[in-house]
């Protein structure tokens, strides 16, 4: 009877988290350019440094502003950024304006240098959408794994066969 009590309370558990996941990971890629906070200035300092986990990041630190600015690629390959900025550019950077004290860089959704993007939006955006149908197929495979329960009053085989 326990048992039985565990593996529903953790069935229950499971969607409750996913679907919360879910929800935070569309609102984030649904989310439009003009939601988060935004600053024009020029630019005072640049370049890759490593974080404390040991990876690269590329910062930018721009006048008038008291917070550095933080983009992170999985590659690590932030030659681009260091080629086509430059010292006193005048750059537009649209950011998540979390809290500072976590963490010691703001998070840049987008970088635009006049006219031409440096860094896209839409990167952002199809991360987001990509752990949204993720979280999406773990809340499924949940309710799936609940139907078994409920009609046969055990789990057959928990974990999929591509496994």
Known sequence: M????????????????????????????????????QIDSNVLEKGIIK??????????????????????????????????IRIGDK???YFENSNPKKNEYLVVIQIEKGKEILVSHNKHKIT????????????????LM?????KYGEFKNPIPTIF
Not at 128 to 143: D, E, K, N, Q, R
């Open 2 to 37: 326990l048992t039985k009590i565990l593996n529903l309370f953790a069935l229950v558990f499971g969607l409750t988290l996913f679907l919360f996941l879910t929800f935070i990971f569309y609102s984030n890629a649904s989310k439009k350019l003009t939601e988060y906070s």
């Open 51 to 84: 974080t404390d986990n040991n990876s690269k990041i590329f910062f930018i630190k721009v006048s008038n502003f008291n917070e550095d600015f933080a983009v992170y690629n999985m590659t690590k390959n932030y030659s681009k950024l260091e080629n086509e």
């Open 91 to 93: 750059i537009k950077i």
């Open 128 to 143: 987001y959408y990509f752990l949204t149908l993720l979280s999406s197929l773990v809340f499924i495979y949940i309710i």
């Open 146 to 150: 609940v139907i078994e329960y409920l």
